[in-house]
């Protein structure tokens, strides 16, 4: 940003920082707003406990659960996506209790520190952040679990840190192949609205999710999506819970109120996000994510940059993780200076390299609200900014980008 750090953020400069156009917010994460739900929360907060709430309620509350492929109750609190992942297990579990989790990524590792936060003895089976759930891991560890010590598996989908996605279903196989009844918990907070999720079909006991990611919604809003499972684990479990226990909202959310006062206006723009996608129709939604994706891979791979996931099948159709080239005395050209540049030269925002990949990766963020021209702008920009920050690299990743979106 151009202003002094202890001015107050003005609108009109967030919309205009250098010269004319629009911000491209190509971070992996909040994602760009639509028009339609910027518009949509625009509107006078009503009464929650009056007539009209109700029926945006009931209207919201049905239409989120093909989105998560349920037809249970889907819970949707005021928070960011760290109070879901609390909300999930402070439901369901207990002191104490072990919980299986693996190292894909910075987000798995927050998810893994919050479980001890909440005194919880996760196990964490390590990884090198650059590939997903192995679930021969998650099938050797449960067989090796006589006394259903095991109480939750806990994996993220899309790990947004990383670029990479875990394939939930076969951690879902594995489990039943162990015949352990450990509940499955899902992180798909950066996934929910891009990736196709079946939390039924895969058997998953919650799902936690985020407004600010696929759901082209700003921050402020968490998800649980939870099975019969999950619902009867809440009736045994011991961790302290209040504010997230879901026993009181499904209650409410019957007549389409809440317990306490929600995030009306985050709702209206919910109800217009939701109106968007079913549109769209989920299954383009989707297709629209992974071509974009597999243009930007293109682009990388053409400019002979290295892409940070190493298994093709879990590449994630929400953002490509980008290692820097390394100079000739071995350290790499630096990520964030390169960032610095292209927020400076051409208003854009990618996505830092997060915890130890600070420095040496960036990430490119094409989720959500976003087409084939916001892709090619976002490339051009990116291919811009290499060239002028003297980052080797070829020419034609936009072109080979291009190529691609024209023949698909
Ligand atoms: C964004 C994100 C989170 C954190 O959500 P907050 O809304 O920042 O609390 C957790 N997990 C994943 C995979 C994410 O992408």
Redesign the pocket.
């Known amino acids: 940003m151009t202003k002094s750090d202890n001015s107050p953020i003005h609108a009109s400069t967030l919309l205009n920082r250098t010269g004319q156009g629009r911000h491209f917010l190509q971070i992996?994460?909040p994602s760009n707003t639509p028009d339609r739900v910027l518009r949509a929360i625009d509107f006078p907060t009503i009464d929650h406990r009056g007539p009209e709430f109700a029926n945006l309620g009931l209207r919201i509350l049905q239409a989120i659960k093909p989105v998560f492929g349920t037809t249970n109750p889907v819970i949707i609190y005021p928070g960011?996506?760290?109070?879901a992942?609390e909300a999930a297990m402070v439901n369901t579990l207990s002191p104490g209790d072990r919980v299986l989790m693996v190292e894909t990524g910075q987000?798995a590792t927050?998810?893994k520190n919050l479980a001890q936060k909440l005194q919880l003895q996760p196990e964490f089976i390590s990884g090198d952040w650059r590939t997903g759930v192995n679930p021969a891991d998650i099938h050797a560890r449960l067989a090796a679990d006589p006394e259903r010590e095991i109480k939750a598996v806990c994996v993220?989908h899309?790990?947004?840190s990383t670029g990479v996605t875990s394939d939930i279903a076969s951690v879902r196989a594995a489990m039943d192949a162990a015949k352990h009844p450990a509940l499955l918990m899902v992180?798909t907070?950066?996934g929910i609205g891009s990736i196709a999720y079946a939390h039924d079909q895969w058997g998953v006991d919650v799902t936690i999710a985020?407004s600010?990611?696929g759901l082209m919604l700003p921050?402020g809003l968490?998800f649980n999506a939870i099975s019969d499972k999950a619902i009867e684990a809440s009736k045994h479990a011991k961790l302290p819970n209040a504010y997230w226990r879901w026993d009181e909202i499904i209650a409410a959310n019957r007549n389409g109120y809440w317990p306490t006062t929600p995030a009306t206006n985050l709702l209206y723009g919910l109800a217009e996000a939701l109106d968007m996608l079913h549109e769209e129709g989920l299954h383009n939604v989707f297709e629209r994510h992974q071509r974009h994706a597999q243009a930007t891979r293109l682009a990388v791979q053409a400019w002979g940059l290295e892409i940070l996931c190493t298994n093709p099948d879990q590449y994630s159709p929400v953002l490509t993780a980008v290692v820097m080239p390394k100079r000739a005395d071995g350290t790499y050209y630096d990520a964030d200076a390169f960032r610095k540049l292209v927020l400076g030269r051409y208003n854009m925002s990618l996505g830092t390299g997060l915890n130890k990949l600070q420095g040496w990766v960036f990430r490119i963020g094409h989720l959500g609200h976003f087409n084939d021209l916001m892709l090619i702008g976002t490339l051009g920009g990116v291919e811009m900014g290499l060239a002028a920050a003297g980052v080797p690299h070829q020419r034609g990743g936009v072109q080979a980008a291009i190529d691609y979106l024209a023949k698909s």
Do not use: A, H, L, M
């Not at 960011?80 to 109070?83: A, D, E, N, P, Q």
């Open positions: 992996p994460g960011s996506g760290t109070g992942w987000f927050q998810w993220v899309n790990e947004t992180d907070i950066s985020g600010q990611k921050p968490g």
